[in-house]
């Protein structure tokens, strides 16, 4: 774990890792960097380009999404999707919120459709899915209702939303050992960028995926988390050397 205060050089940090790594004979397959935007991550790959002065493999270098994204192009059909599946924006999202909740006869100017989609990202972040939600509160009882009818309308359309890329992906690894076996020994050279901005489902995902070689570098600022309204969880590095 590296904490790394602003302007301290965190990608400068990783990309020389990353660097070290294959010079010391590492396979670049096997390493993976993960970070929280495409910029970040093709700032990265240009580093480390340029560090190893010779065209070498690139490691896998992206964000959350785009990783999980690969995996599930491989995978999903374990779940009972089709591969070739299409990812619903918030527009997406909104306009399929409001069609179940019409089509269930829940007036949407009583409920809010932004707020019970909101809830549902909520839900989905901390790996909560329609069967294990039991909620008691009334309203909570209403959005598990949407919840519910709004994920068996997306898998009906073989569609996934935003939040679905990281919480399906964990879901595979966890109910398919030997998958999961199989990119814990792809991967096994794990780096974490902005460590301080994951959240739960993130969080899992990486935690899964290291659990086998134990080879994860994080770095990132204990006192600059700036997503927690995306549901960053802090306790994430604050915990990470007693994990």
């Known amino acids: 774990l590296v904490i790394s205060g602003p302007g301290s050089g965190k990608t400068r940090c990783l990309t020389h890792r990353v660097a070290y790594l294959i010079s010391q004979g590492i396979r670049p397959g096997s390493i993976l960097a993960i970070t929280f935007t495409n910029k970040a991550a093709n700032e990265m790959r240009e580093r480390i380009d340029k560090l190893l002065k010779i065209k070498s493999a690139q490691p896998m ?122 990119y814990q020994n792809f991967w096994k050279y794990i780096l974490v960028d902005e460590y301080q901005d994951t959240s739960h489902d993130q969080y899992t995902l990486v935690n899964l995926l290291s659990t086998k070689n134990k080879n994860i570098f994080a770095i990132g600022d204990d006192a600059q988390s700036i997503y927690a309204f995306r549901d960053a969880d802090i306790r994430n590095i604050l915990n990470f050397q007693k994990d």
Request: one cysteine or more; a positive charge; aromatic letters at 10%.
């Open 61 to 182: 270098i992206g964000t959350f999404h785009s990783i999980c994204l690969r995996v599930l192009r491989k995978e999903i059909p374990l779940l009972g999707y089709k591969s070739n599946f299409s990812i619903f924006d918030t527009n997406d999202q909104l306009s399929l919120i409001k069609r179940v909740m019409a089509n269930m006869e829940i007036d949407s100017k009583k409920y809010n459709p932004h707020l019970i989609l909101n809830k549902i990202s909520k839900l989905k972040t901390d790996l909560i899915f329609p069967e294990n939600y039991n909620p008691t509160e009334f309203f909570t009882k209403i959005v598990s209702r949407v919840y519910n009818n709004y994920q068996a309308e997306l898998k009906r359309m073989s569609g996934l939303d935003f939040d679905d890329l990281i919480v399906l992906t964990v879901k595979i690894f966890k109910q398919n050992p030997e998958i999961l076996e199989k």
